[in-house]
């Protein structure tokens, strides 16, 4: 069993396509075990995203993940980490493969409706940047 981090970005949370995007998770025997939703400040995504603080895209990412309320889960799965990869698809929707959720549902390479970490390491790091062990179901 493995957990990941999941983030349904406010782009999609004010288009109402929360829904959508858990309907998925449950078909996909992918166990949603935290969620809360929160309006993240701007130094809060800053912090989310340092990674990418010397890309030109950081600072509009950043106003972005701050406009407005996000949904924020911890996943967990079989491999979920990959396997929510593969649900969400690349990146910039034009490049995703038909089905996924950001193909189906994404308008743009920044509003792209959903993040997921990449790797056990930043999993754990992003996992507990936003929940205690008191908000994840074990
Ligand atoms: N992003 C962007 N422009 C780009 C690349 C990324 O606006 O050229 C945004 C997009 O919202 C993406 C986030 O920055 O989801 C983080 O980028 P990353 O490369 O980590 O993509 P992800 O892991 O989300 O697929
Ligand atoms: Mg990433």
């Keep these: 069993m493995e957990r990941t981090l999941s983030i ?3 782009d999609a949370v004010g288009r109402g396509l929360m829904g959508d995007v858990i309907k998925r998770l449950e078909s996909n025997e992918i166990h949603i075990i ?3 939703m929160l309006h ?8 989310f995203y340092a990674v990418h603080r010397e890309r030109p895209f950081f600072s509009s990412l950043c106003d972005f993940m701050s406009s407005g309320p996000a949904l924020v889960m911890v996943l967990e799965g079989e491999d979920v980490i990959k396997r929510y990869r593969s ?3 690349a990146t910039n929707y034009k490049d995703a493969k038909e089905g996924t ?3 189906d549902f994404a308008t743009d ?3 792209n409706v959903v993040h997921g970490s ?3 390491e930043t999993a754990a790091v992003e996992i507990n940047y936003f929940f205690n062990s008191f908000e994840i179901m074990t």
């Design 40 to 47: 993240m400040t701007r130094s809060q995504a800053e912090g």
């Design 109 to 111: 390479i920044e509003k």
């Design 118 to 120: 990449d790797a056990p």
């Design 34 to 36: 935290g969620m809360k």
């Design 101 to 103: 959720i950001r193909r």
């Design 8 to 10: 349904i970005k406010p």
């Design 87 to 89: 649900l969400m698809g």
